[in-house]
Nanobody, 122 residues
Framework: QVQLVESGGGLVQAGGSLTLSCAAA????????MGWFRQAPGKEREFVAAISRSSGRTYYTDSVKGRFTISRDDSKIVTYLQMNSLEPEDTAVYYC???????????????WGQGTQVTVSS
């Protein structure tokens, strides 16, 4: 079992920025696609962004394109989600996850973190 640990959440005003980090606690997840998902109160968990471990190609949901950037460090141990121009609608618990294939479907992700709260005030 691989433990993913997120950090970097918090409270920010609309228009502000936050950077989330996700680290594999026990071993690097080489060969895995890393994704970020979020779940707002009363809503289903939704895909936010993903980065393919093999190609480095990135994927984003439409609502965050141009505002969020997913990246990884060279050692492939930590995955980041840089969030700019935050909006109140971005308020949610953000989860990082790892999948053995390149996908945006949450059911195909094997490992999940516990989540970190992001709150954007208007």
């Amino acid at each position: 079992q691989v433990q993913l640990v997120e950090s970097g959440g918090g409270l920010v005003q609309a228009g502000g920025s936050l950077t989330l980090s996700c680290a594999a606690a026990e071993r690097p997840l080489r060969g895995y696609t890393m994704g970020w998902f979020r779940q707002a109160p009363g809503k289903e968990r939704e895909f936010v962004a993903a980065i393919s471990r093999s190609s480095g190609r990135t994927y984003y949901t439409d609502s965050v394109k141009g505002r969020f950037t997913i990246s990884r460090d060279d050692s492939k141990i930590v995955t980041y989600l840089q969030m700019n121009s935050l909006e109140p609608e971005d308020t949610a618990v953000y989860y990082c996850a790892a999948a053995p294939v390149t996908t945006i479907e949450p059911l195909q992700y094997d490992y999940w973190g516990q989540g970190t709260q992001v709150t954007v005030s208007s």
